[in-house]
Structures are given as C-alpha cells and as structure tokens.
C-alpha cells in the first residue's frame, strides 16, 4: 500500500515563504527520484523540481533560485521550500515518486499566494 502525503500549503503573501512535505510510505523512499509538480486552474500540471536517489536535482526556470527541494530518506520524505512566492504560484502542489516502470502521485496541497 503505497502513500504519499503532502501537507504544508495555505494561504501566504506575496513574498512569502511555506515549506510543504511529502511523506511516504509503502515504498523504499530512499531509491526513488522524488518531486514536486503543480497544476493551476484551467493549466496543465507542470514540474516544479525532482531530487533523484543520487541527490541530482532539478528546477523548473520559473522556481529557480527561489525554490529548494530537498529530501530525508530516514523519514522518507521530500520537501519543497518556497521563498519570494509570487501569485503565479498559486495551484495545487503534488508530491511524486517514480523508479522505473513504478511512479506514484499525492493527493496535493493547495498553494495561494495573495494580497
């Protein structure tokens, strides 16, 4: 039974900052490439970072420098820190796992950025 769990989104200003977590559970955390992808209203999902197994990580242009994702394989997780949030940011956050022919998706966490 795999699960990942997000949480840490809400509400924030506009140069804010939120730290958002996924926790899994049911895989061996610590061999896969995990990530970050959001989906906006009436927009496509979109990537916003991975970190494989070997910590080779990866940025979306538009989260570069602002962003950090990081993981703890002791407690199979993977965060994304979110700094200077701007309202383009806003969308649902959605936490990925992939090895392989295996990949796994969260439930997402809402992310709004707003005056």
């Known amino acids: 039974q795999v699960q990942l769990v997000e949480s840490g989104g809400g509400l924030v200003q506009p140069g804010g900052s939120l730290r958002l977590s996924c926790a899994a559970s049911?895989?061996?955390?610590?061999?896969?490439?995990l990530g970050w992808y959001r989906q906006a209203p009436g927009k496509q999902r979109e990537l916003v970072g991975t970190i494989t197994s070997r910590n080779i990580i990866t940025y979306a242009d538009s989260v570069k420098g602002r962003f950090t994702i990081a993981r703890d394989n002791a407690k199979s997780t993977v965060y994304l820190q979110m700094n200077s949030l701007k309202p383009e940011d806003t969308a649902v956050y959605y936490c990925?796992?992939?090895?392989?022919?295996?990949?796994?998706w969260g439930q997402g966490t809402q992310v709004t950025v707003s005056s």
């Open positions: 990925y796992a992939y090895r392989g022919i295996s990949g796994y």
């Open positions: 049911g895989i061996s955390a610590s061999i896969y490439t």
